[in-house]
């Protein structure tokens, strides 16, 4: 195998990728992560998105095995000339935080783009699309199968549900992987970090908040038990956060709670730092049980695994060298994306971007629109580079 700088290099030479570039129209890219963000895509419900993204994926002739399956997961394959290498995937996630009733609407000022799901992940779905696009205009011919996925389940309580159930259908046949967020550009995310999410019911007898005063609450019991929670001082390193997301519970405000829950978010770059503080949140959860005349159930609702190929990594120099190619240096990362199921597998994966964004699961999401003839051109690049060397990729 070439240096990854020689391969990039020759692949943006080659006539078919410069056809490619020249057929790259970066208002298409954005008119298409626009029409995506028009459709709602709540966690668990991204059926009405992916049945348009079936729609699409059944127009390209060369795309095999077109499905869907009962997770709204939306799969193509896009033969290779050499069908006995391991398979690239490549995948992109169609769900968002926000409920279906958000309103959509987008705004465009100077070279952003706001909308809420519009950078998270509708740019990335939409730079899936123009891979496809791309290569069937250009006549691409990668030497491995290329599986194209529009995957859901990725946010919040999804727990990677959608990605799970892909490595399900595909696993054996891959032997490496990139996944697209919309707001990633310039990061090369070879590493996922350990994630588990708590949700945390306390009950109480409950009663008058007049007659009963000074009997347990659930509420009461909760919110001590938070207050707690908030004091923890996790380690910088390995860095170890945590989040309360959703509070919830009480029935009036005129009465003692019979019940009120938590959900908690516990991350770490290091599993055993994780499991550490878990047993720490666990521990108050014992102790104010027995003070409080509350008790605890902890159910655990998310556990993301953590994994991680090396810097120096074929498929991470591959994804720097394309970078390079648009005149970025790159930025190395850990974070929890579809890549960590992926990586937890031992599977090389790489998660990057389309262009630059910020507020992220805001209603004020934005896009920049600028960089995203760059981004789909490393991207590209990187596709077919990942596709034409697959067999020396999967090394750890």
């Given at each position: 195998m070439d240096s990854p700088s020689e391969i990039i290099r020759e692949l943006a030479q080659q006539p078919g990728l410069k056809t490619a570039r020249q057929q790259l129209d970066p208002q298409r890219v954005l008119d298409t992560a626009i029409e995506i963000q028009q459709i709602a895509a709540p966690t668990f419900a991204e059926r009405q998105r992916a049945e348009q993204l079936y729609e699409r994926f059944s127009r390209y002739a060369r795309l095999e095995n077109v499905a869907m399956d009962d997770l709204d997961n939306v799969y193509g394959c896009l033969?290779?000339?050499?069908?006995?290498?391991?398979?690239?995937?490549?995948?992109?996630?169609?769900?968002?935080?926000?409920?279906?009733?958000t309103k959509l609407a987008v705004q465009r000022l100077g070279h952003r783009i706001y909308g809420p799901g519009l950078g998270d992940n509708?740019?990335?779905?939409?730079?899936?699309?123009?891979?496809?696009?791309?290569?069937?205009?250009?006549?691409l011919r990668p030497a491995a199968d290329i599986w194209f996925v529009a995957n859901s389940r990725e946010e919040g309580l999804g727990d990677l549900g959608g990605i799970r159930m892909v490595w399900q259908h595909l696993g054996p046949l891959l032997g490496a992987a990139v996944v697209i967020e919309g707001m990633a550009l310039g990061h090369i995310y070879h590493a996922g970090i350990a994630v588990r999410r708590l949700h945390i019911t306390g009950h109480a007898p409950g009663g008058h908040s007049w007659q009963h005063f000074g009997q347990p609450s659930a509420i009461h019991g909760l919110v001590q038990l938070a207050s707690q929670v908030l004091s923890i001082q996790p380690p910088e390193h390995p860095r170890t956060t945590y989040n309360i997301g959703l509070i919830e519970g009480g029935h009036s405000v005129n009465s003692l709670a019979t019940s009120a829950g938590l959900y908690l978010d516990l991350?770490?770059?290091?599993?055993?730092?994780?499991?550490?503080?878990?047993?720490?949140?666990?521990?108050?959860?014992?102790q104010w049980e027995r003070s409080s005349g509350v008790s605890f159930k902890i159910d655990v609702v998310g556990d993301r695994p953590a994994g991680e190929i090396a810097v120096n990594h074929p498929l991470v120099a591959l994804a720097a060298a394309a970078l390079g190619e648009i005149g970025l240096p790159p930025i190395y990362e850990r974070g929890s994306t579809d890549a960590n199921l992926l990586l937890a597998h031992g599977l090389p994966t790489v998660t990057v971007g389309v262009s630059y964004g910020g507020h992220a699961h805001r209603l004020d999401e934005f896009i920049d629109a600028e960089p995203v003839a760059g981004g789909i051109w490393q991207l590209l690049l990187l596709v077919m580079a990942a596709a034409n060397h697959t067999a020396g990729l999967k090394t750890d």
């Open positions: 033969p290779g000339t050499e069908p006995g290498r391991p398979a690239l995937l490549v995948s992109a996630h169609t769900d968002t935080v926000f409920s279906a009733d509708s740019l990335g779905v939409a730079g899936l699309l123009t891979l496809l696009n791309l290569i069937h205009a250009a006549d991350r770490s770059e290091e599993p055993a730092a994780l499991a550490e503080l878990e047993q720490q949140v666990r521990r108050m959860c014992s």
